[in-house]
């Protein structure tokens, strides 16, 4: 086998590996799992009135509520992933491919979510600022990995920055804006991916 046979095979493998990951069920199952835990702590918070955040804010059962919809939120598109790449044979490894992507989309994740915590320690006021640090952190992490990964991936990237800076004006409206970041612009890219792969 000529060499740039060889290498245009492993370039095809990773890319494939890739694409594994990205596949529409994943976005759409994460988008689902990000509407129901979003929608849940809407009902924790209750009335509007709520949005002011202030010493009655329900901070432990919504902590709960986050850490598990965050927890399905990374296992179910992962595990999914895992049984489709297994359907098509591909075997998905940490290779130098997948590494550079996980440092791409989790570095971004990473910094925002310990703001986020930090703001959680904060003293009053800071809880509305959560849901626009998060898409817009989010939002900088997926624009990123469009550029090494999923070009298509440029557009939700923006989106969900777009949204997270709204958040910033709207803070009353945060949470609701966080539900649309997170569960609906994942779900119309799940969507999109799906028929754009039968297509």
């Keep these: 086998m000529a060499p740039g046979q060889a290498l245009e095979e492993i370039r095809d493998m990773m890319n494939r590996s890739t694409r594994s990951y990205l596949c529409g069920w994943s976005p759409l199952l994460c988008g689902l799992v990000a509407l129901a835990g979003g929608l849940l702590v809407r009902r924790l918070i209750g009335s509007a009135d709520a949005h002011a ?9 919504v902590c709960i509520v986050a850490v598990v919809t965050l927890a399905l939120g990374v296992l179910v598109p992962f595990v999914f992933s895992l ?3 297994g359907k098509n044979g591909i075997a998905l490894s940490f290779n130098a491919n997948n590494r550079r992507l996980f440092v791409t989309l989790f570095l971004p994740v990473f ?13 009053t006021g ?12 989010y939002g900088l ?13 440029e557009w939700p990237g923006l989106i969900l920055i777009l949204i997270g800076l709204t958040a910033c004006f709207l803070r ?3 949470l609701e804006l966080w539900i649309l970041g997170f569960g609906a612009v994942h779900v119309v890219y799940g969507v999109y991916l799906i028929f754009k792969s039968r297509g």
């Design 53 to 61: 955040y202030d010493s009655g804010f329900p901070i432990a059962p």
């Design 83 to 85: 049984i489709r790449a």
């Design 111 to 123: 910094i925002g979510g310990m703001m986020s915590i930090a703001m959680c320690f904060a003293k």
């Design 126 to 137: 800071m809880y509305e600022w959560i849901p626009a640090v998060m898409l817009c952190f």
């Design 141 to 153: 992490a997926v624009t990123n990995l469009s550029k090494c990964s999923e070009p298509s991936l």
């Design 172 to 174: 009353r409206y945060a």
